[in-house]
């Protein structure tokens, strides 16, 4: 039955370009034993990127860092009910927009308040988004680049294991991503309905990171239309009902906040969006860089695909008809993310996973133009990518641990560089274009490989990265009942406490950046001062979390007092003592 849908749709597709005038390559000659060639790239697409990003969702606790953040917010929006102003540790946090929260907090009303329910948002994403670029590129007839679009998105290591976190960036990349491919459908076919899905995922990535969304979509498709001097397609983008679709659901949220939570307007307007860009956002709490901060990060994105950036150079030229209008808006949807966020003052590694899925697209069509017949650039570079992927497999999980040495590391390299020599021979051997496509398959069983120990490392990592074990032993100590606190440090040290212990935690002498805009405008005493600390001590007894090297400071300001010491890692656990 499956088979017979995805049969009907490629048959449409086909015909509805022969009508429009775009011209129709039929699939290629891939195929894997038992399976004709359109079922085998079915497989490929769905399956491969599957495994990348449903791996190990739940191999490791959530990390004290964003990701703390973020899944205690959906869960506390399940707690109280309240879905317009996000809270986070019982104070309204209003940095970013809801929906990453709430479909989080969905996922979680569904299987449970678990790290791989959380985690569950960002993965069926960016799987959405391998799939989506398939299926993009074999509406527009060519299969094979679609297939190698959608594996090489998710078999690059780090993206698959940013998927593998509760953040915003994977969403926006598939919102992005689908808002831009249902965009260049439309261009390519003269499709109102298709403009008007593009405007409804524009609108879900400006509910899901707001103004940064629209900015991105709108430089994407300028300097598509630059490139491509079309002045026609200018007009097309003012469709009414697309324009109406955009500000009706991305503005019902934002008017709502703004009526819902005193200084919402200036704070999420001007000082997130505006002020950060410009680099005066306050609190000061991101990332500065230089210019080509972001250059690196991108051949580090692609890992270990990243040698195939060398196909991209111009010296076959511009691709005929329909391939290459879909190659110069792959060079708009690549290029102006990487100008826009090399110009923006705040920076962080993750931010240019946007240009992932303009770049995947851009390399796959690439790849099936020159699999036809042997090419020694191609050959290289896939001895190079083999020789990464394998480097991976046996060195990034101590390295990510910090415990292999560097004359170890030094023999691996050498190792990873004679198997790209010998990898180089042997793919200019393969006589046939099945053969060639089996080689770069081959790459991406091999960095799945090596996604399977990383998740491990992770997991050992868990003592360090997260406060699941603080939970612990706050929830197994005698004497439960007592009120717990965390002494200063929120983000990056304790971020994960709240969401293991089910409760908001109290902090006391706040030096959390995230928690300042709720601290200053909240009621309740979720943000104590050194006295508030000792009147609610002098009520009944209490436990407070600290880092080991503030424990002396305060200890100082606590006021007299035996206390009970347990630790985890650089983290303790104080038990007044009475």
Not at 242 to 247: F, G
Request: charged share 15%; proline share 6%.
């Amino acid at each position: 039955m499956f088979r017979k849908w995805m049969l009907k749709m490629f048959t449409a597709s086909q015909r509805l370009r022969t009508r429009e005038g775009g011209a129709v390559a039929l699939p290629a000659t891939f195929a894997l034993p038992g399976l004709s060639a359109g079922s085998a790239y079915v497989a490929v697409a769905l399956l491969l990127p599957a495994f990348f990003f449903l791996y190990g969702l739940d191999a490791f606790p959530l990390r004290d860092n964003n990701e703390g953040l973020y899944a205690e917010i959906a869960r506390e929006m399940l707690e109280t009910g309240n879905y317009v102003v996000p809270h986070l540790n019982g104070v309204p946090y209003i940095e970013k927009p809801p929906l990453l929260y709430w479909l989080c907090a969905l996922s979680m009303k569904l299987l449970g308040p678990t790290p791989a329910a959380a985690r569950l948002v960002s993965a069926g994403s960016m799987l959405a988004l391998s799939v989506g670029l398939f299926q993009f590129a074999r509406m527009h007839g060519n299969a094979r680049a679609g297939v190698f679009a959608s594996v090489g998105a998710a078999s690059a290591l780090p993206v698959a294991l940013v998927a593998h976190v509760v953040l915003f960036d994977p969403l926006l990349t598939a919102l992005l991503g689908g808002c831009l491919l249902c965009y260049l459908h439309s261009y390519l076919v003269h499709s109102r309905k298709a403009l008007r899905w593009a405007a409804f995922l524009l609108a879900l990535a400006v509910l899901d990171k707001g103004g940064v969304a629209l900015a991105l979509a709108g430089g994407t498709v300028a300097l598509f239309l630059l490139l491509v001097r079309d002045r026609q397609g200018w007009r097309r983008l003012f469709d009414p009902a697309a324009i109406a679709v955009l500000l009706l659901v991305a503005g019902v949220w934002h008017l709502a906040a703004a009526l819902m939570q005193p200084g919402f307007a200036w704070f999420y307007f001007i000082n997130e969006h505006v002020l950060r860009f410009l680099g005066q956002r306050q609190p000061d709490d991101y990332h500065h860089g230089p210019l080509w901060f972001y250059l690196p990060r991108l051949l580090l994105m692609l890992a270990p695909w990243t040698p195939f950036l060398l196909l991209l150079a111009p010296a076959r030229g511009a691709s005929p008809g329909t391939s290459g209008t879909i190659v110069r808006f792959c060079q708009a949807a690549t290029l102006f993310p990487l100008l826009f966020f090399s110009l923006s003052a705040a920076k962080a590694d993750y931010y240019l996973m946007v240009a992932l899925p303009g770049l995947a697209l851009w390399l796959g069509i690439e790849l099936a133009q020159r699999l036809a017949a042997p090419d020694r650039l191609v050959a290289a570079c896939w001895g190079v990518s083999l020789g990464l992927a394998a480097l991976a497999l046996f060195a990034a999980p101590g390295a990510f641990s910090g415990s292999v040495p560097l004359p170890v590391l030094a023999m691996l390299g050498a190792a990873a560089l004679g198997l790209a020599i010998f990898g180089r021979s042997l793919f200019l051997r393969q006589r046939t274009t099945r053969a060639r496509e089996l080689a770069l398959l081959a790459v991406a069983l091999l960095s799945a490989a090596a996604l399977v120990p990383l998740c491990q490392v992770a997991g050992e990592r868990g003592a360090r990265d997260s406060s699941v074990y603080v939970a612990r032993i706050l929830a197994g100590h005698e004497g439960g009942s007592r009120s717990v606190f965390i002494y200063r440090d929120f983000e990056d040290t304790f971020s994960t406490l709240p969401f293991y212990l089910g409760q908001p935690v109290p902090l006391v002498d706040s030096a959390s950046r995230d928690l300042q805009f709720g601290c200053a405008r909240h009621g309740v005493a979720r943000c104590l001062t050194i006295d508030e600390f000792r009147h609610a001590r002098a009520r009944g007894p209490v436990a407070v979390v600290v880092q080991a090297a503030r424990a002396d400071e305060f200890l100082a300001l606590a006021g007299p007092g035996r206390w009970r010491a347990e630790w985890v890692g650089e983290k303790m656990v104080l038990f007044d003592a009475r």
